[in-house]
């Protein structure tokens, strides 16, 4: 007998992370917000358990051999989960987009604009029509054939290859040659190829010194090296790289970041001279619409590239169709982004240059055009980065994806997003072990008087500017410091002047400058200032926490970035055994051979090959993903072994270690920044944007100096509860009050009301940014005329 479908997403025994069995109904065709502490565990229920298992039911009617090419995240514990549709996740993505993926590529825009001028642009006369390929630069068929696609090109000299030219080649003269062996391989087969290596290189012939640092020649000769007292070297045969050559493949081609930005160091970047910067070939570029090419029509802003569009006029003849269908569906396309408070990015826009919430954001309006019926979308915080007046527009997005008869949860602490929910799963009441239960699943309105939730202490709260500290004399600037004149992106002639020993706060819509003003500008004027050691500058440190990860690969963790893990292996090595042993530091490091599992090398993991399956990780079967041999953890302090110890919260570690000062100080600092419901062997590629700067900020606190310090931070409460921000800002405002300056990039209106001092830019982003429209107190800009942070600001005076 059919069985009615059920409206309901139910959730069995739930144990992912630190969820604690959880049931849970969820309904579908709503909109549903997960909220709760940061670290509470709404992510693991959201993400980790049924976006996983929807992800696992679609690969299991995959053919086998096709799930080798698709990376999963493997099967989640949870004892079941019924009435489960298919899921679409719109995660922030902590790995960057490749170098060549744009704005246009992410979208897809690209791919219309470029079919557009294939179908319907001007051509010259008697040129062949192109087919779309020919207008991407990432193609064979349409790239400059100077730089290849890159709009600019490296190219070095002899005043960089060589900057001192009184040496000798023996002496070094030729900077860019490698170091150690390399660099004498090949001055000995320069001197065995007749070359003086011995002769100031300035009095070499300019034909000879040409051909050493420029040639494509590579002669193979047999060397002889020179005796040396301590060793025989036998002759073995060489062949000969000029510099300019290895320069340009070590560039090219290095794994080695430091070995790429050695050789960066001898090459100059220029616009390509063919191209002139666009990227393409002279034949995509003769082609145009409303009179400019491709390459200028993406470099608008999507805002202005929508009103040129609109006056795109729709041929008569063969072509007018097709001009009319694709204009329509790119201004189609452009919409969505535009009302997501992204019309100021551009379509030639570098991806990696875009924030984790630009990037999320430009996925979420491309899924609008999807027209996808049926799924769950599961999003990860889509409001973080957004000014509030982009948040409404958010809103009525997530609506039309409801509306077009899908289910949609959103991990979200920002409370005007939480009180627009249909549906609320609050989990908590704390972090860490102290989280993973369900407090409330029901409509937003009855999680009023639950006392064990911190989120309705803020949901329900008066609107009073209930993040900030508690009443506090007014500040006094100690000085200022002043940017003026300002022309970079969209700063445009651009002076603002920062107070000094005050707290500030730098507000604006989304693309409006505040980041190119704080973390460039303000950043390199501060820098040079203090090296320049200007004794009528008071601020002798500058320190600039992003939300850059604290490290790429699971090897590098939070204790090993906080120098903690440091600390902890020194106390191994002190035990009895390990003395005993002659063991070092080095044999507690999973890094290292010697105290670690060789069956995994420290991993704690290996990767299982199936013949016509997809890879699969399991735990090591040798060290059951300890990540050290026997020997290693049989050695124990105060009962623990070094992989315990890395299984440890940071609050169990900061009781654990309370009478070892040099621990007991970083764990300290990472506990009053909210960060307690972190384990210390927490991979670096497990954090967040805003866990990953809250790090960098408890590192430069656990070392905190007398000395005036300026700290600049871009939106430290990204990910944040409002019960965390008040944490957070309490630090912050010590900072302050300890004699130092803090100049926040910040969107939550309850951190600029505690403010000391705000500057807002605006009025709009891109183009209509980049001024500044109001500089005062919080109660002074809430008045401003003109600026629209000021009544979103109002409301929480």
């Known amino acids: 007998m059919h069985q009615p479908t059920d409206a309901y997403i139910r959730v069995r025994g739930a144990r992912e992370h630190n969820l604690r069995g959880v049931d849970v ?198 060397v002889h090296p020179v005796r040396e007292a301590d060793r025989i070297q036998r002759p073995y045969q060489g062949t000969y790289m000029s510099a300019h050559r290895w320069v340009m493949r070590t560039f090219a081609d290095s794994k080695s970041a430091s070995l790429r930005a050695r050789a960066e160091r001898f090459l100059t970047d220029a616009p390509c001279p063919v191209c002139r910067g666009s990227r393409l070939r002279a034949e995509a570029l003769a082609v145009t619409i409303a009179g400019r090419t491709i390459a200028e029509l993406a470099a608008l802003p999507l805002t202005e590239l929508d009103a040129v569009l609109e006056d795109v006029p729709a041929a008569d003849g063969p072509g007018g169709g097709a001009a009319r269908v694709l204009t329509a569906d790119l201004r189609s396309r452009i919409r969505p982004v535009t009302e997501l408070g992204l019309g100021y990015l551009s379509l030639d826009r570098t991806a990696p240059s875009l924030s984790a919430g630009e990037l999320q954001r430009l996925r979420l309006a491309t899924q609008l055009r999807s027209g996808l019926f049926g799924v769950v979308y599961v999003l990860d915080e889509p409001s973080a980065g957004l000014h509030p007046a982009d948040t409404e527009a958010l809103l009525g997005v997530l609506d039309r994806l409801k509306e077009t008869g899908n289910t949609v949860f959103v991990v979200e602490h920002h409370l005007d997003v939480v009180r627009h929910a249909d549906w609320l799963v609050d989990v908590g009441p704390l972090a860490g072990e102290h989280g993973g239960r369900v407090l409330h699943s029901g409509p937003p309105a009855g999680l009023e008087g639950l006392a064990e939730s911190a989120t309705a202490r803020h949901l329900f709260a008066q609107p009073v500017s209930e993040a900030a500290p508690e009443e506090r004399p007014v500040r006094r600037p100690s000085g200022s410091l002043r940017v003026s004149g300002v022309h970079r992106n969209n700063l445009q002639d651009l002076s603002a002047e920062f107070p000094l020993g005050v707290f500030t706060a730098v507000t604006g819509v989304s693309g409006s400058g505040k980041s190119t003003l704080v973390g460039s500008v303000l950043a390199e004027t501060a820098a040079d200032r203090i090296a320049g050691a200007d004794d009528g500058f008071p601020v002798r440190r500058l320190v600039a926490v992003d939300q850059k990860p604290i490290g790429r690969t699971p090897r590098s963790n939070l204790a090993t970035y906080t120098g903690l893990f440091d600390v902890v292996r020194r106390l191994f090595t002190a035990s009895e055994e390990a003395r005993a042993r002659g063991w070092k530091a080095g044999r507690f490091s999973f890094n290292v051979a010697g105290g670690r599992c060789e069956t995994c090398q420290g991993e704690g993991f290996v990767s299982v090959e199936l013949l016509f399956l997809p890879s699969t990780y399991a ?48 764990l300290r600092a990472l506990s009053d920044i909210g960060l307690g419901y972190l384990r210390l062997g927490q991979p670096a590629t497990e954090l967040s944007g805003g866990e990953a700067q809250r790090i960098k900020l408890a590192t430069e606190l656990q070392r905190l100096r007398r000395d005036h310090t300026l700290y600049l931070l871009d939106e430290p409460t990204t990910g944040l509860h409002p ?58 800009v809430a008045r401003a005329a003109g600026s629209r942070t000021a009544a979103y600001l109002a409301r929480v005076l």
């Open 25 to 222: 109904d969820i309904p579908r065709d709503a909109l549903t917000v997960f909220t709760g502490v940061s670290g509470s565990g709404k992510s693991s229920l959201a993400f980790g358990t049924v976006y996983a298992e929807a992800q696992r039911r679609y690969f299991e009617s995959v053919a086998p051999y096709a799930r080798r090419l698709i990376h999963q995240i493997g099967a989640p514990k949870v004892d079941s989960i019924t009435g489960l549709p298919p899921a679409v996740s719109l995660e922030q993505r902590r790995s960057a987009p490749g170098s060549r993926s744009s704005v246009g590529t992410v979208t897809l825009l690209s791919n219309s604009l470029r079919m557009l001028f294939s179908r319907a642009g001007d051509y010259p006369p008697g040129a062949a029509r192109l087919d779309s390929d020919a207008f991407s630069a990432n193609t064979a068929a349409g790239a400059c054939p100077e730089c290849h696609g890159l709009g600019r090109i490296h190219r070095t000299s002899e005043e960089l290859l060589v900057p001192d030219p009184e040496l000798t080649i023996r002496q070094g003269a030729i900077a860019a040659w490698p170091g150690a062996w390399q660099g004498k391989n090949l001055r000995d087969i320069l001197d065995t190829l007749g070359h003086d290596v011995d002769r100031p290189w300035r009095e070499l012939p300019a034909e000879e010194r040409r051909w050493i640092l420029f040639t494509e020649e590579q002669p193979v000769v047999t």
């Open 619 to 666: 735990p090591c079967p040798e060290c059951a993903g300890a990540r050290y041999n026997a020997e290693t953890l049989a050695v124990r302090h105060r009962g623990l072994n070094i992989a315990e110890v890395l299984g440890l919260t940071v609050e169990s570690a900061a009781e654990f270690f309370a009478d070892t000062p040099a621990a007991a100080r970083s």
């Open 723 to 780: 019960a965390d921000v008040q944490v957070l800002l309490r630090q912050l405002h010590g900072l302050v009050d300890g004699g130092h300056t803090v100049v926040v990039v910040e969107h939550d209106m309850a951190v600029v009301a505690s403010a000391d001092w705000v500057i807002d830019l605006g009025p709009g982003g891109g183009t209509d940014g980049g001024r500044v429209m109001a500089a005062g107190s919080p109660a002074q």
